[in-house]
C-alpha cells in the first residue's frame, strides 16, 4: 500500500479514536485513577503521533507555499515537520493558560505529546524508508 493511503488511514482512524476518548469515553466517568488519566492524555499523545502522517497526507503531491514546508520527502523534513508540529503543540498547550478560552494547562499534555512525535517520526521514518527502499531499482 502506499504511504500516502497509509496516512490517509491512520489519520482517518486516529481522529476517530481522539473523538471517541473526547466525545464518549471521558464523559462517562467509567474509570479510576490510572485509566483516567491515560484517558486524558491519550488524545495529546495520539494527535501529536499523527502529524507526520496528516503532513504527508495532505501535502505531499502538491508544490503551494505551505506544502513547500511540509512536504516529506527527506529525513531532514521529517524532522522539521516534528519540531514545526512540536513548537504548535507548546504554544497551543501555553495558550490555554489565558482564562478566556476555558481549558486547563497540563505539563503532562506536553510530555505525552512529544512522547507521541517521538514515536511517529520512528514510525515515519521507518515506513518511509520502506517505501524508498521498494521502489528503488535494481542494479546488477
Not at 15 to 29: E, G, S
Not at 44 to 55: H, R, Y
Not at 86 to 113: A, H, K, W
Amino acid at each position: 500500500m502506499e504511504l500516502k493511503q497509509i496516512s490517509k488511514w491512520f489519520i482517518i482512524t486516529g481522529t476517530l479514536i481522539i473523538w471517541a476518548i473526547k466525545f464518549v469515553v471521558r464523559p462517562m466517568h467509567l474509570f479510576d485513577d490510572p485509566t483516567r488519566f491515560f484517558l486524558n492524555i491519550a488524545p495529546n499523545l495520539l494527535g501529536s503521533f499523527l502529524i507526520p502522517f496528516g503532513a504527508y497526507w495532505f501535502f505531499s503531491g502538491r508544490n503551494f507555499l505551505v506544502a513547500r514546508v511540509f512536504k516529506i520527502e527527506t529525513p531532514y523534513d521529517l524532522r522539521l515537520v516534528c519540531l514545526l508540529g512540536f513548537g504548535m503543540l507548546i504554544v497551543n498547550e501555553y495558550l490555554q493558560l489565558i482564562p478566556f478560552f476555558g481549558r486547563t494547562f497540563d505539563y503532562n499534555d506536553i510530555l505525552f505529546s512529544s512522547v507521541g512525535l517521538l514515536a511517529s517520526s520512528f514510525v515515519f521514518s521507518r515506513l518511509q524508508s520502506r517505501k524508498l527502499r521498494n521502489y528503488q531499482p535494481e542494479t546488477n
